[in-house]
């Protein structure tokens, strides 16, 4: 069994920074890919960024060079570094854990960025 607790959301004014971690339990971070994923209200899941297990990071273009993913698989956690926030970045923010036979998800962490 497989958990994903997040924290450090919360409230920023846009170009300000937050920074969100997940913490894993059990044995299979270290092979598994790790996901940041948001939802706004009203729209779809959407993957924000996530890392490969050699610690490869893809970005969607819109958090290009604002945001920043690592993992610490000694810690079992990932993080997400969010910087220049802006109000279209206002979601859920939700953590997720795959391998071949595993799709797990945290409950998620409210990140809300006023303008």
């Known amino acids: 069994q497989v958990q994903l607790v997040e924290s450090g959301g919360g409230l920023e004014q846009a170009g300000g920074s937050l920074r969100l971690s997940c913490a894993a339990s059990?044995?299979?971070?270290?092979?598994?890919?790790m996901g940041w994923y948001r939802q706004a209200p009203g729209k779809q899941r959407e993957l924000v960024a996530d890392?490969?297990?050699?610690?490869?990071?893809n970005y969607a273009d819109s958090v290009k060079g604002r945001f920043t993913i690592s993992r610490d698989n000694a810690k079992k956690t990932v993080y997400l570094q969010m910087n220049n926030l802006k109000p279209e970045d206002t979601a859920i923010y939700y953590c997720?854990?795959?391998?071949?036979?595993?799709?797990?998800w945290g409950q998620g962490t409210q990140v809300t960025v006023s303008s």
């Open positions: 997720n854990l795959k391998t071949l036979f595993r799709d797990s």
């Open positions: 059990g044995s299979v971070f270290s092979s598994s890919t």
């Open positions: 890392i490969t297990i050699s610690g490869i990071p």
